[in-house]
């Protein structure tokens, strides 16, 4: 063999061996590249999932503060309209009130109420007190009942009240008392029973 072939020969072999040493680093680096991107990868997707989570998080608890406050505004508003209802509802009853003081079944009320009272007294004495616009009707309940009556210095809508103060005992039959009473107590309750 000449030595041309042989170094041809020894330039193939040192060619082949250097492509081959060239293709594995090259490999090798692709490899190393490879796994950095895949590693890049995998750290973007963890990062975009706890990005997805966090902002999940904040949209529910947006959300939550939203539907708060609205419930919160619909109860204020609805106790608001409820208020308004109440006091229409009593500014009825005091309308019904003043058209049942005008009727026969008042005065028997009154007679009634002026009976318990003194009954309820005993042998105590009793001061009854009358409404002042009950004032005209004070003759015709005193003669129905033989007691003296009092024209209160205090209005309270009609009915009666008596103090035995030997007992310390108000009894207090007005409507301004009762009225109060019921709107102290009325409420509103909703389909299921509840407030």
Do not use: W
């Not at 609805?78 to 208020?83: A, E, F, R």
């Not at 009272?117 to 007190?129: F, L, M, R, S």
């Amino acid at each position: 063999m000449t030595l041309e072939e042989k170094l041809a020969q020894m330039q193939s072999a040192s060619m082949e061996q250097a492509r081959a040493e060239g293709n594995a680093i090259i490999d090798s680096h692709r490899e190393a590249l490879e796994k950095v991107f895949e590693d890049h990868k995998a750290e973007a997707l963890r990062q975009a999932e706890t990005r997805i989570k966090a902002e999940t998080t904040n949209a529910r608890l947006s959300l939550n503060q939203a539907v708060a406050k609205s419930q919160l505004e619909i109860k204020r508003q609805q106790g608001k309209v409820q208020q308004e209802l109440k006091d229409k509802i009593f500014e009825e009853a005091e309308s019904l009130v003043d058209d049942y003081m005008k009727t026969e079944a008042y005065n028997d009320f009154l007679i009634r109420c002026i009976r318990q009272a003194v009954h309820y007294a005993g042998e105590d004495p009793v001061v009854i007190y009358i409404n002042p616009s009950d004032e005209k009707k004070r003759s015709d309940l005193e003669d129905a009942t033989r007691v003296h009556l009092t024209i209160s210095a205090e209005d309270f809508i009609g009915g009666v009240r008596a103090v035995i103060r030997s007992r310390n005992i108000l009894i207090d039959n007005s409507f301004k008392t009762q009225l109060r009473n019921e709107y102290d107590k009325f409420m509103f309750l909703g389909g299921d029973g509840i407030a």
